[in-house]
C-alpha cells in the first residue's frame, strides 16, 4: 500500500509515494522519464516497476521531478533534478532506518539516478539504469564508480543503441552488468513484465549482497 509524502528539496517539496512492506530492510527510489515529454510518476513503466519491486517485499518510493505534477520548482534541465533524486533518498533512508538504497530510473530518470549517486556511494546500495539515451548523453561521469552498475535496456532501443551502450561501458564502467529484453524498443510495451522481473532480480541482488 502506497501512501503519499511531501519530499523536502530546496525551498519547496516533491510529490511522492512511498510504500513499506512489513518487515522490508532494503528499498528502492524510482525514478520516471523526461519531464518534458510527460514523463511523471505514473508513467506505466515506473507504475509497473513499483509493483514488481513492493510485491518482492522492497520498499519503494517514487516521485514526480520538480515542476511535474503537484510537485514545487520548475524544470531544471537535468541539473536540480539531481538534487531530488538525493532528497527522495534521504527521505527513503529514512523512514527504513538503513544506510543506503537502490536508485532506479528510467530513460532521463536513469541518467539522475546515475548523476546522484555515482556520486554519493556512502547512501547508494547500486544503480540500475533502464535504457539511458547514450545516443543524445554522455556518461563519462560513471568513470571510476565505486557504486554497482546495473544497465537494463532492449535490443531495438532507437535511443540506447546496444553498440553505443557497449563501448560507453567498455570506457567508462567495466565492472558493469548488462541486462537485455529481447524485442524491446525504447518504451518497452508488451515487454513491461519481462522488464519488471529482470529489474526485481537486479535490485534484490545487489541488495543481498550488500555489506550491512
Known amino acids: 500500500m502506497e501512501t503519499p ?3 523536502a528539496v530546496a ?9 513499506l512492506p512489513a518487515g522490508a530492510t532494503a528499498g528502492a527510489v524510482i525514478c520516471h522519464p523526461h519531464p518534458q515529454y510527460g514523463g511523471s510518476m505514473e508513467n506505466d513503466l515506473v507504475v509497473t516497476l513499483t509493483q514488481a519491486l513492493g510485491a518482492a517485499g522492497l520498499a519503494t518510493l517514487r516521485f514526480d521531478f520538480r515542476g511535474v505534477g503537484a510537485s514545487g520548482g520548475r524544470y531544471d534541465d537535468g541539473r536540480g533534478e539531481v538534487a531530488d533524486v538525493h532528497a527522495a533518498s534521504e527521505l527513503l533512508r529514512e523512514r527504513l532506518a538503513v544506510p543506503r538504497v537502490t536508485l532506479v530510473g528510467y530513460s532521463f530518470g536513469s541518467m539522475m539516478a546515475l548523476r546522484a549517486g555515482t556520486g554519493d556511494a556512502d547512501h547508494t546500495t ?7 539515451p547514450v ?3 554522455a556518461l563519462d561521469f560513471v568513470a571510476g564508480s565505486r557504486v554497482p552498475i546495473a544497465f537494463v535496456t532492449g535490443d531495438r532501443d532507437q535511443f540506447c543503441p546496444l553498440a553505443t ?10 565492472a558493469s552488468t548488462l541486462a537485455l529484453v ?7 510495451g508488451s515487454q513491461l513484465a519481462a522488464l519488471a522481473t529482470r529489474v526485481v532480480e537486479l535490485v534484490d541482488q545487489t541488495a543481498s549482497s550488500s555489506d550491512p
Not at 11 to 19: E, K, N, Q, V
Not at 126 to 132: G, L, R, S, Y
Not at 165 to 172: I, K
Request: charged content about 25%; cysteine-free.
Open 165 to 174: 551502450l557497449e563501448s560507453v561501458r567498455e570506457r567508462f564502467a567495466p
Open 5 to 7: 509524502v511531501r519530499i
Open 11 to 19: 525551498d519547496f517539496t516533491l510529490d511522492g509515494r512511498l510504500a
Open 126 to 132: 547500486a544503480i540500475v539504469a533502464i535504457a539511458p
Open 135 to 137: 545516443r543524445m548523453i
Open 182 to 188: 529481447p524485442g524491446a524498443d525504447h518504451f518497452f
